[in-house]
């Protein structure tokens, strides 16, 4: 699954852009405000966990609509303080530098919690603790230079031994590793969980039409000219797909390169140490963002069989290749 990019790194594209050309609601840059012809709508667009981040709502009252952009965005901004490996007083960061937590936040007990029930779905593929193979691979390319290969075996077998969601000891008092130098990254799924934690807040204060990105895509809703939202997928061609109250996310080997032909990516393989292959874009479709971003980066390393499987134990959710 996809290991955390620091952020002075940061080089991850955007797979997924959302457009509405056909009813003039194209998103806004930043400090732009909307045309008269758009209506009652609040844009806000900024930076969550390193990912271009936006939100788009629509509500009667202007005033109370950017006092609904404010609290979204408060509340990413917490929510980043406790995921965030950037920031060394995160709780993320307190439980990689020490190996334990006491006390620790619930949500990210709650996140773990989804972490385990997706590692579970995709046969252990899934896995938040592959960031030691990040470390592993950064080690590498910084010493070697991005003409280099992978790393050597024994590196990698070295790291993989600190790799495995069942040595992480989850409760809600503590959380601790079974491991010296155990890490957890978040990054394949705290954008989407995010992203859901924003559209909770919306929906309790009785929205009824937005679009929330925070890293991964959910939509409120349908459009406000009552048609759905119009989600276009960067690749090849660009592909548009429908979005009426559903969730899309996209994980691409493309989007962090260690060396010039991207064999070597961000989206690390937890039982055997190496890296998607450089032409996967997975896309999801699911009810939640949570679900649709942890399965974007499982399906980027599953083959077409062990995907089949997990479609297959969840209707509700669509893969688009």
């Known amino acids: 699954m996809r290991a955390d990019v620091p952020r002075a790194g940061v080089t991850r594209r955007r797979f997924v852009a959302v457009t509405a050309a056909a009813a003039g609601f194209a998103l806004l840059p930043a400090g732009l405000r909307p045309r008269a012809d758009e209506g009652a709508l609040v844009t806000w667009t900024g930076v969550a966990l390193g990912a271009v981040a936006s939100l788009r709502i629509h509500h009667p ?3 109370e609509a ?3 952009v404010a609290a979204a965005v408060a509340e990413t901004r917490r929510l980043e303080a ?13 439980l990689n530098r020490s190996g334990v937590l ?3 936040p619930p949500e990210l007990v709650t996140l773990l919690e989804a972490c385990g029930r997706v590692n579970r779905l995709t046969g252990g593929v899934f896995d938040p603790t592959v960031q030691p193979l990040w470390d592993c691979y ?3 390319f910084s010493a070697q230079g991005r003409d280099a290969g992978p790393p050597p ?3 990698i077998a070295a790291a993989l031994a600190k790799v495995g969601f069942d040595k992480l000891r989850l409760g809600r008092d503590r959380i601790a590793f079974a491991r010296r130098g155990m890490a957890v990254t978040l990054n394949g799924i705290a954008q989407g969980f995010i992203t859901d934690r924003v559209v909770a807040l919306l929906r309790d204060a009785g929205l009824a039409h937005a679009l929330v990105d925070m890293g991964e895509i959910r939509a409120i809703g349908d459009h406000p000219a009552h048609r759905p939202w119009h989600v276009a997928l960067e690749g090849a061609a660009t592909q548009e ?5 559903r969730a899309v996310a996209t994980s691409a080997a493309a989007g962090f390169r260690f060396d010039t032909g991207g064999r070597c990516n961000h989206l690390f393989d937890p039982r055997t140490g190496g890296c998607a292959d450089a032409s996967r874009r997975v896309t999801v479709v699911a009810d939640d963002a949570t679900t649709a971003d942890a399965l974007s980066s499982a399906f980027s390393l599953m083959d077409e069989a062990a995907i089949a499987r997990v479609l297959g134990e969840r209707p509700d959710i669509k893969r688009i290749a």
């Open 61 to 63: 009252d202007r005033a």
């Open 66 to 68: 950017e006092r609904l």
């Open 82 to 94: 406790i995921f965030s490996l950037w920031r060394d007083d995160s709780a993320l960061a307190v």
């Open 102 to 104: 006491v006390a620790p």
């Open 138 to 140: 950064v080690a590498h």
């Open 153 to 155: 075996a024994v590196s």
């Open 241 to 245: 797909i429908d979005v009426v109250d």
